[in-house]
């Protein structure tokens, strides 16, 4: 009986140590864990695999993205199949703990391109299969991790217009590379040689025109049928290998367009040499720091490569300040004096080779000098600023400032880029006349080649010198550093002669002119009417002067002669007021006491009443009475 238990207890525990997931099957005759789970309808990892399983096949099930948990601490697992699962992302180091894998198949998914953390991790992979998947784009790291593992490498029938070929030509064991049915253009030339142990390469079906020479022989199996090659001296290699039954064909030029390449001969696989169309400078002539194209063309078969030597015979490489752009055309972003001369523009292919010279004129930056007379030292010497500052334009080999398009009124500095200057801030311009000593100072961002002074004086010498402030530290403070002087004249007049009054002050003198004109105008007219009413004043008769009577308490002056008064008119009963309680005595003079009630003085006689002082000849006109009259009438 115990003899019996024994085994049951050890199988027991076996089936406890390997859990089966459920539409998996789990093979106990195998000699290594297995988990087959092969077309059971899985729509993700099932989350009970075993994690000591060396076998795992999940093919033709409808798992869309594997997860970073999915597979790990499976370090035992070394066959993944995956295939056929309409899978279409990865997530980052999904299998980075599948250190013992070598075989993994991603074929029949829908994978749309590959990072470098999605293969993290696979250290012994030996053969990756991703055929038949989306892939439009492959990073270089995405193989970085078994570049010197890996034996074959399936990218069949994907969307690949390029392959990282650097990558490619690291893989020091590749023994197997299919490629067929891509949209590859292109293949490096050396990228195959790279690869030492490479048995067997598959090109068929993609837009290859050329193919470079594969080493050899013995070299590795090529198969490039379905490609539009184009047929001439550069397949004569390819022509050698080929046997009866191979399906290179050419599709250009038009002679042999559709003929199997092994059934051309030899001869017929010719190239021409290149010619060299035109090459020529736009602009021929420049002034040095500004920028000038070279370009150069040329025709062959197969198209020649264009490549430039300078004037001291060395080849062009691209740079900061030259550069050589895809069509052949040589850029000089600055041009120098070292750039003048002869360029030479060479043209290359297998048949031979061709040259053309474009000669390139750099002129140096004009520099104003003196008039060389010895009388510009007669008039008003340069400034204290000129003299200290140094002009460094006037050297010899230098010319770092220029003034140019000068007018009357303007000028425009112009200065070379001062990139042996590190960490410049701004620049400085400084400028004043010799005839004035008040200097005049422009701040400018470091990014500044020239500027336009405004506002100059026509007729007048210029002394100006540039300064490039910048900071030697970190923390230090800005320092400058004169980068040279120019002496220039303005239009419009010879150098010493008196310019010309401003626009402005002309304008400021006339309104003053014009003000004072009106002023004195004025005051003319104010004087002759003053005049004038003076003059009518002094032909006016005198007015009469009526007399007067004052009357005071108790002392008055006896009142003139007054001419008899006219018969009073009749006038409306005028009812006394009641007389006051206590009141002495009635009659108008206890009303009116004299002490109280003076009489008026008539002040004025109005201008309807006639003079009753004059002879009894003039007419008798009805009196009118004015107010003052009338009120004091009513009063008596």
């Avoid at 991603?106 to 391109?113: C, K, S, T, V, Y």
């Avoid at 055929?131 to 490498?153: G, K, M, R, S």
Wanted: charged share 15%; with cysteine; glycine share 8%.
């Amino acid at each position: 009986m115990a003899k019996l238990l024994v085994p049951l207890v050890m199988l027991g525990a076996v089936a406890g140590s390997h859990r089966c997931p459920p539409r998996c099957l789990c093979p106990a005759a195998a000699p290594n864990p297995t988990l087959l789970c092969a077309r059971t309808g899985l729509l993700a990892v099932p989350p009970t695999l075993d994690r000591a399983a060396v076998e795992l096949r999940l093919a033709d099930n409808f798992i869309g993205a594997v997860g970073r948990a999915d597979f790990a601490n499976m370090s035992s697992l070394v066959h993944l199949t995956l295939s056929r699962n309409g899978l279409r992302r990865l997530a980052p180091g999904a299998f980075a703990d599948l250190r013992a894998l070598r075989a993994l198949h991603l074929d029949g998914n829908r994978l749309p391109a590959l990072s470098g953390a999605q293969l993290r991790g696979l250290a012994s992979l030996r053969h990756l299969i991703l055929a038949n998947n989306q892939l439009a784009a492959i990073e270089p790291a995405a193989f970085a991790a078994f570049a010197a593992t890996v034996e074959d490498l399936d990218l069949s029938h994907n969307n690949l217009p390029a392959l990282p070929w650097e990558a490619v030509a690291g893989m020091a064991s590749l023994a197997t590379l299919t490629l067929d049915h891509n949209l590859l253009e292109r293949v490096p030339a050396g990228a195959v040689a790279r690869l030492p142990r490479l048995a067997r390469l598959d090109l068929t079906a993609n837009r290859l025109r050329a193919l470079p020479p594969v080493p050899g022989p013995p070299g590795p199996s090529l198969a490039a049928g379905g490609n539009p090659l184009h047929c001439n001296c550069e397949l004569l290699w390819l022509r050698r290998l080929a046997q009866p039954g191979r399906l290179e064909s050419c599709a250009s030029p038009p002679p042999l367009a559709g003929r199997l390449l092994w059934a051309v001969p030899e001869e017929e696989l010719a190239c021409r040499a290149p010619a060299i169309a035109g090459a020529a400078a736009d602009p021929a002539a420049v002034l040095e720091g500004q920028p000038l194209r070279l370009g150069c063309a040329a025709a062959g078969d197969p198209p020649p490569a264009l490549h430039w030597l300078g004037p001291d015979g060395r080849l062009v490489q691209n740079g900061s300040r030259r550069a050589v752009r895809p069509d052949g055309s040589l850029e000089l972003r600055v041009a120098t004096l070292r750039d003048h001369g002869a360029f030479t523009c060479v043209a290359s292919n297998a048949a031979g080779e061709a040259a053309a010279r474009v000669q390139v004129a750099v002129l140096p930056l004009p520099v104003p000098h003196g008039d060389g007379d010895g009388d510009a030292e007669a008039g008003p010497g340069p400034s204290d600023m000129a003299r200290a500052g140094g002009n460094e334009s006037r050297v010899a080999g230098e010319r770092r400032i220029v003034a140019a398009e000068l007018t009357a009124s303007s000028a425009r500095i112009r200065w070379l880029p001062q990139r042996h200057v590190p960490g410049i801030r701004m620049f400085q311009i400084q400028y004043n006349s010799s005839l004035d000593d008040s200097l005049v100072y422009r701040l400018l961002p470091p990014s500044s080649r020239s500027f336009v002074l405004r506002d100059l004086a026509a007729g007048r010498e210029y002394d100006l010198c540039v300064s490039a402030l910048y900071a030697e530290g970190a923390t230090a403070l800005p320092t400058a550093r004169a980068l040279g002087c120019v002496r220039f004249a303005t239009a419009g007049g010879a150098p010493g002669c008196a310019a010309l009054p401003r626009p402005h002050f002309l304008g400021g003198t006339v309104i003053i002119v014009i003000g004072a004109a009106i002023a004195a105008s004025v005051l003319v007219f104010i004087l002759i009417l003053t005049a004038r009413y003076k003059a009518a004043a002094a032909r006016r008769p005198p007015a009469a002067v009526a007399s007067v009577c004052s009357q005071t308490n108790g002392t008055h002056r006896p009142p003139e002669p007054e001419p008899p008064p006219p018969p009073p008119l009749p006038l409306p009963p005028v009812l006394p007021p009641p007389a006051p309680m206590g009141a002495a005595g009635g009659g108008a003079r206890g009303l009116f006491p004299s002490h109280s009630y003076p009489r008026r003085a008539r002040t004025r006689r109005h201008g309807s009443l006639p003079r009753l002082d004059l002879p009894d000849a003039a007419p008798t006109l009805r009196p009118s009475f004015g107010s003052t009259h009338w009120m004091l009438e009513s009063t008596v």
